[in-house]
T-cell receptor
Framework: NAGVTQTPKFRVLKTGQSMTLLCAQD?????MYWYRQDPGMGLRLIHY???????AKGEVPDGYNVSRLKKQNFLLGLESAAPSQTSVYFC???????????????FGDGTRLSIL | GIQVEQSPPDLILQEGANSTLRCNFS?????LQWFHQNPWGQLINLFY???GTKQNGRLSATTVATERYSLLYISSSQTTDSGVYFC???????????FGTGTRLKVLA
């Protein structure tokens, strides 16, 4: 059972390039999330999805787009990468457990992205 | 949005010592989790604990929702407990988890 898988694990981009990070989960979870973690800081939510075909903005959505065409996949896109987007990106998933509540989040191992 | 404050920011322990980590929230949360980020960067969910007390081996957590704080207890610490501990919460009706900045724990052999 793989859980949450992120690809790629590492990537170096030049300013202005575009790329897509893939998150796949095999736990049939409804909710999926993209976070970024900068040195010495906690995680900040970029975008999230509460089901197939839905997406919503988190705390720091600017410069990123997402899509959830299939329940098991959540894609994070950078259209024109900037040095400020150098970070470690984490994907997570969970499923609802009653009104307004949900089960613990399961995280992928992260993608380390450097923008030169 | 809610603010999450964790204390202490850094903690150094001798192996075998006990510790208490604290997480304060600026507003009521109805989802609260504790995570451990190991030295390799992996995030492991320790507890989902919006209220009450839970225990898992040497770790336990207590959340007092009415007073907007949660505590994580580590007993008989081991070097493998080293890493960063995060708490995160979301308010009623939202799915936006807000993370604290973490407590960095180092356990010395």
């Amino acid at each position: 059972n793989a859980g949450v898988t992120q690809t790629p694990k590492f990537r170096v981009l030049k300013t202005g390039q575009s790329m897509t990070l893939l998150c796949a989960q095999d736990m049939n979870h409804e909710y999926m999330y993209w976070y970024r973690q900068d040195p010495g800081m906690g995680l900040r939510l970029i975008h999230y999805s509460v089901g197939e075909g839905t997406t919503a903005k988190g705390e720091v959505p600017d410069g990123y787009n997402v899509s959830r065409l299939k329940k098991q996949n959540f894609l994070l896109g950078l259209e024109s990468a900037a040095p400020s987007q150098t970070s470690v990106y984490f994907c997570a998933s969970s499923y609802p457990n009653g009104v307004g509540a949900h089960q613990p989040q399961h995280f992928g191992d992260g993608t380390r992205l450097s923008i030169l | 949005g809610i603010q999450v404050e964790q204390s202490p920011p850094d903690l150094i322990l001798q192996e075998g010592a006990n510790s208490t980590l604290r997480c304060n929230f600026s507003d009521s949360v109805n989802n609260l989790q504790w995570f451990h980020q190991n030295p390799w960067g992996q995030l492991i969910n320790l507890f989902y604990i919006p209220s009450g007390t839970k225990q898992n081996g040497r770790l336990s957590a207590t959340t007092v929702a009415t007073e907007r704080y949660s505590l994580l207890y580590i007993s008989s610490s081991q070097t493998t407990d080293s890493g960063v501990y995060f708490c995160a919460g979301s308010t009623s009706g939202t799915y936006k988890y807000i993370f604290g900045t973490g407590t960095r724990l180092k356990v010395l052999a």
